[in-house]
Nanobody, 120 residues
């Protein structure tokens, strides 16, 4: 499975942004998918995950109520809708596929990352 994240950009605090992750390979729907992020000088952290058919979703506490993860297996896509963005959401966002986990080391496949910058 190969993943490519897109949709990042420069926005203002309070704005919304939707990230997309395009997956190649017929086996994508076998895997849970997740978004992680890494801010400058910080470790990569878990943001959200979704199970293989989208029946289960999980979020880090700091994005609950603001972010929403979804997937479309027919299109091999995973999305992260981000609302009410804050400057502290500034980071490179990565999509990943693998077993459902909040741990980055559990995921087998990673996209290249897309930069989200939120100005105050």
């Amino acid at each position: 499975v190969q993943l490519q994240a897109s949709g990042g950009g420069l926005v203002q605090a309070g704005d919304s942004l939707r990230l997309s992750c395009t997956a190649s390979g017929r086996t994508f729907q076998r895997y849970s998918a997740a978004w992680f992020r890494q801010a400058p000088g910080k470790e990569r952290e878990y943001v959200a995950s979704i199970t293989q058919i989208g029946s289960g979703r999980d979020y880090a506490d700091f994005v609950k109520g603001r972010f929403s993860i979804s997937r479309d297996n027919a299109k091999n896509m995973v999305y992260l809708q981000m609302n009410s963005l804050k400057p502290e959401d500034t980071a490179v966002y990565y999509c990943a596929a693998g077993p459902s986990s909040i741990l980055s080391r559990a995921y087998d496949y990673w996209g290249q990352g897309t930069l989200v910058t939120v100005s105050s």
